[in-house]
């Protein structure tokens, strides 16, 4: 079993409040991400949960048993941290050996564990050399074999990627949730990037300024972001936010614009709305008769796909569109938008607005 549950975390330092009461609920064998901006608390939390922080308030559970005021060594938890923290002057082979010694295990398991762990990680070449003769890749694949060489509960996971270039991060999330699938177990894992957390979880927790935005599958987080605040960081290129007003069946946009009102959208006539695109659902070609006017501010090709950026009014849109689109700034353009697809907010609260019914 390998269920932790956090509830209610509180903690300040200071004057800061790191956690304003996080609640989190991760299922056993779940690889559940924990994303944010920097400074949202995402260490905080995991250190909370690993009985590296003392709490103002909250309490921590795992399988069930309330663990809040247990040592660290108590709860039974595996941590990667960020800077790695190998032992300089140990081989490769004895850093990830030390969880198993530090427990007594007898030494043909810990022949065969730092094998197995090696194999998974593609390291066994590496096992006799020092910390300082690995690259930063290869430093980080030992960290995680020295967490992953044990079955504790679960393993926390503080941003061990965020050291390697952009090439090997790549590689790493895979291979990552390839270890996840085979050794199974519980990862609890935070990030402040979005697409590891879209590519790599089963359950995104998105946390801004110590506060859960919201909980969901990354599909859901993704197409039905539970605010405005989550719709803007999730997602690449940034969602497209525009102000406007719902009036009758139409919603009319503080540009001039008008779009027939989604019918989804509960509002009364004249609240102040926000409607969020994003770049995938806005076309510069011809599709429908649900269009923005507009022009060309630029193109930015990206290989596979070009953005074009378009000035509606003082406001801006990115369209995805084929990398062969050619315009020139000033040029005027209509933006086709897929209503379908479209996010309308509260401008006062920021809340999305019934998105159920879609
Ligand atoms: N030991 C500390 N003393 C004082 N302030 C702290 C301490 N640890 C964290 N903080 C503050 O608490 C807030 C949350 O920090 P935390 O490290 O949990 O954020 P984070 O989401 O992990 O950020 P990052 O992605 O930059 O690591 C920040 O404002 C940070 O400056």
Redesign the pocket.
Same mark, same amino acid.
């Given at each position: 079993m390998g269920t932790v549950t956090a509830h209610g975390l509180r903690?300040s330092?200071?004057e800061? @409040?790191? =956690?304003d009461g996080v609640t989190l609920e991760v299922p056993d064998g779940a690889f559940f991400v924990v994303l944010?901006?920097?400074?949202?608390?995402?260490?905080?939390? =995991? @250190?909370a949960i690993a009985g590296l922080e003392r709490l103002d308030a909250g309490s921590v559970h795992l399988d069930g048993r309330d663990a809040t005021g247990d040592t660290p060594a108590a709860r039974d938890l595996a941590m990667v941290f960020?800077s790695y923290a190998l032992y300089p002057r140990k081989t490769v082979y004895e850093n990830i050996a030390s969880p198993l010694r530090a427990r007594s295990t007898p030494a043909d398991e810990i022949g065969a564990g730092v094998e197995r762990v090696a194999g998974l990680l593609h390291i066994e070449r590496l096992l006799q050399r020092r910390p300082a003769q690995l690259s930063g890749g290869e430093m980080q694949r030992v960290a995680l074999a020295r967490a992953l060489v044990r079955r504790p509960r679960a393993f926390l996971m503080?941003?061990p990627l965020t050291n390697l270039d952009l090439k090997l991060r790549v590689e790493m999330r895979t291979e990552l949730t390839r270890i996840h699938r085979t050794l199974g177990g519980t990862f609890l894992y935070?990030t402040?990037d979005q697409v590891e957390a879209l590519s790599m979880a089963d359950q995104i927790a998105v =946390?801004r300024e110590?506060a859960v935005q919201q909980v969901g599958t990354p599909t859901e987080v993704y197409e039905r972001p539970a605010n405005q605040w989550v719709a803007g960081f999730v997602g690449s290129p940034r969602i497209s936010l525009l102000a406007c007003h719902a009036e009758g069946d139409r919603l009319v946009g503080a540009e001039g614009w008008t779009l027939p009102r989604p019918r989804w959208t509960t509002a009364e006539d004249g609240r102040p709305l926000v409607l969020g695109l994003r770049a995938e659902d806005l076309s510069v070609e011809q599709r429908g008769d649900a269009a923005l006017p507009g022009e060309i501010y630029g193109l930015e090709p990206l290989g596979d796909r070009t953005l074009v950026d378009v000035k509606v009014g003082a406001e801006m849109l990115k369209v995805k569109a084929r990398p062969t689109v050619t315009g020139k700034p000033g040029e005027r353009l209509s933006v086709s938008v897929d209503l379908d697809r479209a996010h309308v907010f509260d401008a006062d609260t920021g809340l999305a607005l019934s998105e159920a019914g879609r």
């Amino acid at each position: 079993m390998g269920t932790v549950t956090a509830h209610g975390l509180r903690k300040s330092f200071g004057e800061v @409040r790191a =956690l304003d009461g996080v609640t989190l609920e991760v299922p056993d064998g779940a690889f559940f991400v924990v994303l944010g901006p920097s400074g949202a608390g995402k260490t905080t939390t =995991l @250190r909370a949960i690993a009985g590296l922080e003392r709490l103002d308030a909250g309490s921590v559970h795992l399988d069930g048993r309330d663990a809040t005021g247990d040592t660290p060594a108590a709860r039974d938890l595996a941590m990667v941290f960020q800077s790695y923290a190998l032992y300089p002057r140990k081989t490769v082979y004895e850093n990830i050996a030390s969880p198993l010694r530090a427990r007594s295990t007898p030494a043909d398991e810990i022949g065969a564990g730092v094998e197995r762990v090696a194999g998974l990680l593609h390291i066994e070449r590496l096992l006799q050399r020092r910390p300082a003769q690995l690259s930063g890749g290869e430093m980080q694949r030992v960290a995680l074999a020295r967490a992953l060489v044990r079955r504790p509960r679960a393993f926390l996971m503080d941003e061990p990627l965020t050291n390697l270039d952009l090439k090997l991060r790549v590689e790493m999330r895979t291979e990552l949730t390839r270890i996840h699938r085979t050794l199974g177990g519980t990862f609890l894992y935070v990030t402040n990037d979005q697409v590891e957390a879209l590519s790599m979880a089963d359950q995104i927790a998105v =946390l801004r300024e110590g506060a859960v935005q919201q909980v969901g599958t990354p599909t859901e987080v993704y197409e039905r972001p539970a605010n405005q605040w989550v719709a803007g960081f999730v997602g690449s290129p940034r969602i497209s936010l525009l102000a406007c007003h719902a009036e009758g069946d139409r919603l009319v946009g503080a540009e001039g614009w008008t779009l027939p009102r989604p019918r989804w959208t509960t509002a009364e006539d004249g609240r102040p709305l926000v409607l969020g695109l994003r770049a995938e659902d806005l076309s510069v070609e011809q599709r429908g008769d649900a269009a923005l006017p507009g022009e060309i501010y630029g193109l930015e090709p990206l290989g596979d796909r070009t953005l074009v950026d378009v000035k509606v009014g003082a406001e801006m849109l990115k369209v995805k569109a084929r990398p062969t689109v050619t315009g020139k700034p000033g040029e005027r353009l209509s933006v086709s938008v897929d209503l379908d697809r479209a996010h309308v907010f509260d401008a006062d609260t920021g809340l999305a607005l019934s998105e159920a019914g879609r």
